[in-house]
């Protein structure tokens, strides 16, 4: 009976031990199924240059392609950049790149981003650590078909340290992330100002004064009268 018991406790220690080590390791970071290849897309003919062996210029080539292309906003190549820098895989590894692909690809709405930036975000990988933001960011991907392994796991590993607090504002983060952007205002149109008309002249036969001549006005005055001799004073005897 008690050897019963000793195996008992030791296996219900076996599995906490498990359970434990399994919370606290790093999230994987995912990668896409690439789609159906088409190679008059340019983003398949530069991945076509990337995985050639032997060749750097063309692999060269083909990053340069994929750059491009992320400027454009393609967000397969936004996340495949993500993916290379942080897998240093065909260029050297570079974590701040790769977040900040993967930031890019996951506001465009690629769940694999989406994943993959939450596990560097709760791991600490190449960047901060922020179990908020990075819990939310997993719990978009879960929800946009991504694996939810490590949204589980994040979530197990904050509840057996008591953390709980963290999990509910991650999951107010996700709402926030998922709700659909607010459409900009549109600007009311100006009102067009009236076009200036000609005065309108007043109407006649108001009594009001004509008006002036072109030469200006002109009075006639009554002559002066011719001024009067004064009469000379008598003299005196």
Not at 79 to 84: A, D, H, P, T
């Amino acid at each position: 009976m008690l050897i019963r018991l000793l195996c008992s406790l030791f296996l219900t220690t076996c599995l906490q031990l498990r359970a434990a080590s399994v919370a606290d390791e790093k999230p994987v970071l995912v990668s896409t199924s690439g789609g159906t290849s088409d190679r008059d897309d340019p983003y398949f003919r530069a991945i076509d240059l990337l995985q050639t062996e032997g060749a750097p210029d063309a692999v060269a080539q083909g990053l340069l392609q994929l750059e491009q292309l992320a400027k454009e906003g393609d967000s397969r190549a936004l996340f495949r950049l993500g993916k290379l820098f942080a897998d240093g895989d065909r260029v050297p590894a570079d974590l701040t790149k790769a977040y900040h692909y993967y930031l890019q690809a996951a506001q465009a709405g690629v769940a694999e981003a989406q994943h993959n930036l939450g596990a560097m975000l709760v791991s600490g990988r190449g960047i901060k650590r922020d179990w908020v933001e990075g819990l939310a960011w997993l719990i978009v991907a879960s929800r946009n078909g991504a694996d939810s392994a490590s949204e589980n796991q994040t979530r197990a590993h904050l509840t057996q340290r008591r953390r709980t607090t963290l999990i509910e504002n991650a999951e107010k983060r996700a709402l926030e992330l998922m709700a659909p952007p607010s459409p900009t205002p549109t600007p009311s149109p100006t009102p067009a100002r009236p076009a200036l008309s000609a005065p309108v002249p007043p109407p006649s036969g108001l009594g009001l004064p004509a008006p002036l001549p072109p030469g200006g006005l002109s009075l006639a005055l009554p002559p002066l009268p011719s001024p009067t001799p004064s009469k000379a004073p008598p003299s005196n005897p």
